[in-house]
């Protein structure tokens, strides 16, 4: 009989079997949530609460991860762990490079674009991907709820310059 | 009790970890594919690939909150005995790999460090070293949405590359280790908002500040399968954690064996305080508290 604390390690069907239904339900689910980012601050007594959704598609599919957004600004996905961006963007671009097989053949074509206001940014696409996408698009619908937040003011969103 | 070494230190931690780790990898006790939920034909699931679904159940619980340091010594442990079972080595500790040290290195002798040689974790991109996709198939790995799914193909690095948002990182150094452990006044375990945002020790130590470093730099700069929810596909992935638990326990004999939250209270997340359960699927539940301080189960060679 283990301890009480103990870690132990036993490999078998059997316990295997114990945390089965638990456990087949984290790997299908996780602890991920599927809806908006939530951010929620405190500010001169104001409580604000920012519900962010990304809608993104690379090559003209819809990227169907998660997103979220800390109150810096950082932007994260579960997928690679490990990381947080600046940027929704920039994310993404970091999602195409640790997954390269799930975006085999969307390379081959370099193109810059230039964006006012958003600085300029490599898009790969592909002839192949370029008649099938109608455009990569990445937009996002914020919502505040509560009372405004004063941007100049806010304790952590004050430093961002544009919407990530 | 077990050692845990330095595995450029030694050569016998090194090669029983890589005949472990195959070992493991070649372990089949009748778990399958839909036992854990993963689609398409049920086929069976190795010890050691059960580690990678685990890790993979548990992203919202054992990343980016207090329990980091304790889910991973959980998680690291459970290994420990397992590879002690499969070596029939009661006394084999998990080594670790002082990833700052080879942050004192040139870029350039980082990609040849020791611990790249054919003989440890191997050189190649695929399938490096022992690694071979005969002996060390990649059964079970993640895409882009983050969905757990069937794959048959070798372990895959990317070393020193890292991705758009971390082009060509380089490893963490000595002095951001040092800074941790002797900040003035000693950082907390964890605080508000407990998350990838707080200020305390294990906020830093896993990466999060200054942004992209320490534990995290290490997946990023090691890349491929190192990268997604599933990176315990790569044995390098428990050398980084074991170094990561190593220098949680130079803060604890340091600043004591102190876990925040202890209770709850307003943002504390939920069942990631002190007498929260840690589950897993090889044992019984144990809480962060039950494993502060384990001194008794197993030692470092050195906490420097």
């Known amino acids: ?164 | 009790m077990p050692v845990r070494e330095n595995i450029l230190v030694s050569a016998s931690a090194r090669q029983k970890y890589v005949q472990g780790a195959i070992a493991l990898k070649a372990q089949f006790t009748g778990v399958t594919t839909a036992m854990l939920g993963i689609a398409g034909p049920s086929r069976p699931v190795s010890t050691w690939d059960r580690f990678v679904a685990w890790h993979h159940a548990a992203m919202g619980i054992a990343h980016r909150g207090p329990f980091f340091l304790p889910w991973h010594r959980v998680m690291l442990r459970t290994l420990e005995r397992l590879l002690q079972q499969a070596l029939n080595d009661q006394t084999f500790g998990l080594p670790y790999w002082d990833w700052a040290a080879d942050g004192q290195l040139t870029p350039a002798q980082q990609l040849a460090s020791p611990i790249w040689d054919d003989q440890c974790m191997g050189s190649a991109s695929s399938a490096p070293g022992p690694f071979t996709l005969a002996a060390f198939p990649i059964r079970l790995a993640v895409n882009a949405a983050n969905v757990l799914a069937q794959t048959n193909r070798p372990l895959q690095r990317n070393r020193g590359v890292g991705v758009a948002s971390i082009p060509n990182p380089v490893l963490p150094v000595q002095a951001s280790i040092a800074a941790l452990l002797n900040a003035a006044p000693p950082l907390a375990y964890d605080g508000p908002p407990w998350n990838d945002m707080s200020t305390g020790f294990r906020c830093r130590l896993e990466g999060w500040i200054p942004q992209n470093d320490l534990h995290n730099r290490v997946h990023v700069w090691v890349g491929g399968d190192m990268l997604p929810s599933a990176s315990p596909n790569d044995p390098v992935f428990y050398l980084n954690h074991c170094n990561v638990d190593r220098v949680w326990e130079a803060w604890m004999t340091r600043h004591g064996r102190v876990f925040l939250p202890s209770g709850p209270g307003p943002g504390v997340p939920a069942g990631q305080r002190l007498n929260d359960p840690i589950a897993s699927p090889f044992g019984q539940a144990v809480t962060a508290a039950q494993v502060l301080d384990l001194t008794g189960t197993y030692t470092y060679d050195t906490l420097s």
């Open chain 1, 1 to 164: 009989m283990p301890q009480p604390g103990e870690i132990t390690a036993d490999p078998s069907l059997e316990q295997a079997k114990k945390t089965s239904a638990a456990f087949k339900a984290l790997v299908q689910h996780g602890h991920q949530h599927h809806g908006p980012s939530v951010r929620e601050d405190h500010y001169k007594g104001h409580h604000i609460v920012i519900r962010t959704t990304y809608e993104i598609e690379i090559d003209g599919r819809p990227f169907h991860g998660t997103l979220d957004v800390s109150n810096a600004g950082m932007v994260q996905y579960h997928g690679i762990p490990n990381v947080s961006a600046n940027s929704a963007v920039e994310l993404i671009r970091s999602v195409i490079d640790a997954f390269p097989d799930d975006f085999a053949g969307g390379g081959g074509h370099e193109h810059e674009h230039a964006h006012p206001g958003h600085g300029t940014h490599a898009a790969r696409t592909t002839t192949k991907a370029r008649r099938r996408a109608k455009a990569r698009k990445a937009t996002k619908t914020t919502k505040k709820a509560g009372k405004t937040a004063k941007k100049k003011g806010s304790r952590h969103a004050g430093s961002r310059k544009h919407p990530r």
